[in-house]
């Protein structure tokens, strides 16, 4: 069973318009969280990452927040662009383990 | 900042041939990395964790005698599809860990496109 869901599977805006894309998680114990982005036929890039401690944190017009308690976090885009249209995925660490949990990820594609 | 360089990014081979991907960290020592297959619009699927210097931990369905996995140094490891066939065609992509910083950053590499005829 994926441990780390991800919501929408599939998602599509204007450019310039913002997005959210969420992801819950049950792994326990909580170590980090990572937001991903991955073009097609491309390596993941990282976007951000959060630590046990860390509600909020930027990178650009990316955003990520993230609620230990509720084991939740978003990443929101704002002013999109054609770039953007990726898949965004969400990793988990276990605390303790060295293994990360993937979400399916996020489809997003922005449209001019 | 630190660069997972992977290769070759794409390759066409025959059923029944081996294929040998290479993942290399540039500019740090990477005693843990990671092996993935994707296949068309899905997520990253763990195939391995490759330790520096001991045996690779497969996970469950994936066979270590077909997805040979050797990390003879702390900057390389390397996945061998053995007896590739068509199925095995997919994207193959790998991570390795930079336990320098405290986060403890992932680095992917840029993939490998398998195809076999």
């Known amino acids: 069973k994926n441990q780390v869901e991800q919501s929408p599977q599939s998602l599509i805006i204007l450019e310039g318009k913002n997005c959210t894309l969420q992801?819950?998680?049950?792994?326990?114990?909580?170590?980090?969280l990572r937001w991903y982005k991955q073009d097609t036929g491309r390596g993941p890039v990282s976007l951000t990452i959060?630590?046990?401690?860390?509600n909020t944190k930027s990178n650009g017009r990316y955003t990520a927040t993230l609620d230990a308690d509720t084991k939740q976090s978003s990443l929101h885009i704002t002013a999109s662009q054609l770039s953007d249209s990726a898949s965004y995925i969400c990793?988990?660490?276990?605390?303790?383990?060295?293994?990360?949990?993937f979400g399916r990820g996020t489809s997003l594609i922005v449209h001019p | 900042g630190a660069v997972v360089s992977q290769h070759p990014s794409r390759v066409i081979c025959k059923s029944g041939t081996s294929v040998k991907i290479e993942c290399r960290s540039l500019d740090f020592q990477a005693t843990t990395m990671f092996w993935y297959r994707q296949f068309p619009k899905q997520s990253l699927m763990l195939m391995a964790t490759?330790?520096?210097?001991?045996?690779?931990?497969?996970e469950q369905g994936v066979e270590k005698d077909k997805f040979l996995i050797n990390h003879a140094s702390l900057t390389l490891s390397t996945l061998t599809v053995t007896s590739a066939h068509p199925e095995d065609s997919s994207f193959y992509i790998c991570?390795?860990?930079?336990?320098?910083?405290?986060?403890?950053?992932?680095?992917f590499g840029s993939g490998t496109q398998l195809s076999v005829l």
């Open positions: 991570s390795a860990r930079d336990s320098r910083q405290t986060n403890e950053k992932l680095f």
């Open positions: 992801c819950n998680y049950t792994v326990s114990p909580f170590s980090n």
């Open positions: 959060m630590t046990f401690s860390e």
């Open positions: 490759s330790n520096e210097g001991s045996k690779a931990t497969y």
């Open positions: 990793v988990v660490d276990k605390g303790g383990s060295y293994i990360p949990t």
